[in-house]
């Protein structure tokens, strides 16, 4: 405990670190993730294409590597000067984005065509189609997959320690050289891991619970 | 064509779409010159911001981290998929006392980071005497994670499977070992491959980690790289990062036909995988069928696709 109690000011740094990351990531990845997404199901050729190549160029390029082209590369194009915390959050936001998108696609596609022309059919417009009949059943279908991309961006946010950014993975580094216990430290560091994620995943399960299809 | 979205366009929706089309095109294309003016400007395309990549003794040095890369990718994949299947029937044990430790020692390295994990074995274990070299650390690292996951999507592709499968493999005499190895196993395998293998494409990007830890990989020498002559940080990001797309690409498409190749296998007839078996996704099953199927199987398991996540 003593780790912990000896060092609050930077044990309260990083957790904090680690939340910006995980809640500007979160937003950004869901915005951009909406509107990728909102791309791939589109009617539109080319918006589908670049969707898709965007999905797949970002999924199979190690985080590691977003990170690096944020962090290292940057700077190097002579536009204004921002954080490594920031530019951490537009790596993980940009990356989970492909994530959010992918499960949102898979979301729509669970709803069966048949449902969206049975309320075309009873003469609904396009905004009610929408708002009465395909999204709700979609969301249904979208929000347990969403949490494990949630869960999944807390874990990425460790990344950042390579980074230069303190966040939680990266506290060992600082405790170490004020001659703390390394293994003390990150076995702390997993505990609060593991704290966090099983938290999401009580959400997970609290709001999938909500939500279910009653039939 | 039709979608839940939209329908057939008509001529109004047509020309919309066009119109729409054209936006999406200047917009990308506006992104795209923009960074690309950028690195006009700050002369990232200068010759002598390549010139490294001239020299046969780089090339040389790539593809000895693509070695390292490739070689913690083939070990950690291989121990990560033994560990799974030791992990998937400790869960499904018959005995508390197998069961319950199993499914907390899974439940923890789920919910570690992988990087984390890597630090605890490189300078957390030297605390109490143990010193690990990085390569170990990544590939240990990368085994039991991934090993939990793996576990994970195993077991649910077991509990998919119809009761009627393991009854009848006890009806006719076989045991407990008999029945998960000749029956249960081999069509959760089958039916689980693409999950399986995309879980393979986490590991090869989850081997960048590596670079945090020291381990000498691609990235690691991307970072060499960039203090050399020239400074050359977005080329050797580019270039480096171009060898993982090409491997992460190639690994994807054999998930690909693995999925393509076991929707048509004829062995599987009658037996829809787990994701298909979700009560939510109901695809060309009636309506009346899926409420058969969610009062006759019942349990819905929240983890489908959450194995394939992550990173």
Not at chain 1, 72 to 95: M, N, R, S
Not at chain 2, 21 to 35: E, K
Not at chain 2, 45 to 53: K, Q
Not at chain 2, 257 to 277: A, I, V
Request: hydrophobic share 55%; aromatic share 10%; proline share 5%.
């Amino acid at each position: 405990m003593g780790v912990i109690v000896d060092n609050m000011d930077l044990w309260g740094v990083a957790l904090r670190n680690t939340l910006i990351l995980f809640f500007a990531g979160g937003l950004l990845a869901l915005v951009l993730g909406i509107i990728v997404g909102a791309m791939r199901v589109s009617p539109i050729p080319v918006a589908r294409a670049f969707g898709t190549v965007y999905v797949n160029l970002i999924r199979n390029t190690p985080l590691t590597l977003v990170f690096f082209i944020f962090v290292f590369g940057y700077p190097q194009l002579g536009l204004p000067k921002l954080d490594t915390t920031v530019l951490g959050i537009l790596a993980i936001g940009i990356y989970t984005a492909t994530y959010v998108a992918e499960v949102l696609r898979a979301g729509i596609n669970t709803v069966p065509v048949g449902q969206a022309e049975a309320a075309r059919a009873i003469g609904l417009p396009f905004g009610q189609v929408m708002t009465l009949v395909v999204l709700p059943q979609a969301f249904r279908s979208v929000v347990p997959p969403m949490m494990s991309v949630f869960i999944a961006l807390l874990k990425n946010t460790t990344v950042a320690a390579g980074f230069s950014v303190l966040e939680l993975g990266a506290i060992r580094a600082n405790l170490s050289e004020r001659g703390e216990n390394a293994l003390a430290v990150l076995l702390w560091v997993a505990a609060i891991f593991v704290a966090l994620v099983l938290l999401l995943s009580w959400a997970q399960r609290a709001l999938e619970n909500k939500w279910r299809i009653a039939r | 064509m039709t979608s839940v979205l939209y329908d057939v366009p008509g001529p109004k929706a047509i020309l919309r779409n066009r119109i729409l089309g054209a936006v999406t095109v200047l917009i990308v294309l506006a992104v795209l010159g923009f960074v690309g003016y950028r690195f006009w400007v700050t002369g990232q395309f200068d010759p002598s911001r390549w010139y490294v990549f001239t020299f046969s003794n780089v090339w040389m040095q790539i593809l000895k981290s693509l070695g390292n890369t490739l070689g913690a990718f083939a070990l950690a994949a291989v121990l990560s998929l033994a560990l799974g299947f030791l992990l998937a029937i400790g869960r499904l044990s018959d005995h508390a006392w197998v069961r319950v430790p199993v499914t907390v020692v899974t439940e923890f390295f789920r919910a570690v980071p992988v990087l984390v994990l890597m630090m605890l074995l490189f300078y957390g274990l030297p605390v109490v005497g143990v010193k690990m070299d990085p390569y170990w650390a990544v590939v240990l690292a990368l085994m039991v994670y991934n090993g939990s996951v793996l576990a994970e999507a195993l077991r649910a592709g077991i509990e998919a499977l119809p009761r009627g499968q393991k009854e009848a493999g006890f009806a006719i005499g076989l045991r407990k070992s008999g029945v998960m190895r000749l029956i249960l196993l081999p069509q959760a395998i089958r039916a689980m491959l693409p999950v399986i293998v995309a879980q393979l494409v986490v590991t090869m990007k989850d081997t960048a980690l590596g670079f945090i830890i020291t381990y000498p990989e691609l990235l690691y020498y991307a970072k060499l790289l960039s203090s050399q002559q020239g400074r050359p940080i977005l080329q050797s990001a580019f270039v480096i990062g171009g060898i993982y797309i090409v491997m992460c690409l190639i690994l994807s498409g054999v998930a690909k036909w693995l999925e393509g190749r076991t929707r048509r296998s004829p062995k599987l007839k009658g037996y829809t995988p787990p994701t298909g078996g979700d009560p939510r996704i109901h695809g060309d099953s009636t309506v009346t069928e899926v409420i058969a199927l969610q009062r006759g199987a019942g349990k819905f398991d929240g983890t489908s696709g959450g194995p394939a996540v992550g990173g």
